[in-house]
Nanobody, 124 residues
Framework: HVQLVESGGGSVQAGGSLRLSCAAS????????MGWFRQAPGKEREGVAV????????AYADSVKGRFTISQDDAESTLYLQMNNLKPEDTATYYC??????????????????WGQGTQVTVS
């Protein structure tokens, strides 16, 4: 049973930082894409950052480059999103997603079959 569980969301003032975590279980393929996506009310879901777990290649949305960092722990069981210099426009529900068995990772949500339940980030 594959499961992704996000945590670390909350409310923060503009300029502040948060670190999101995504605990992954049941993912048997070591080669996979992992990503963070977000959706604000009335907007389409956006690919924030993705990571290829074996080569550690990453890709970011232009809106978060230089502020957000995606990473994983050595056991490849937890995915992180460090968010610095947060802005009100970063307010959204953030989702962790997985695309097992692939090496080419894109910020396209339709590529990802496994999703977490989401965690809310509010920046004021």
């Amino acid at each position: 049973h594959v499961q992704l569980v996000e945590s670390g969301g909350g409310s923060v003032q503009a300029g502040g930082s948060l670190r999101l975590s995504c605990a992954a279980s049941g993912l048997t393929k070591t080669t996979r894409c992992m990503g963070w996506f977000r959706q604000a009310p009335g907007k389409e879901r956006e690919g924030v950052a993705v990571l290829q777990t074996t080569g550690r290649n990453t890709a970011y949305a232009d809106s978060v480059k230089g502020r957000f960092t995606i990473s994983q722990d050595d056991a490849e069981s937890t995915l992180y999103l460090q968010m610095n210099n947060l802005k009100p426009e970063d307010t959204a529900t953030y989702y962790c997603a997985a695309r097992p068995g692939y090496e080419s990772c894109y910020r396209r949500d339709s590529d990802y079959p496994v999703w977490g339940q989401g965690t809310q980030v509010t920046v004021s």
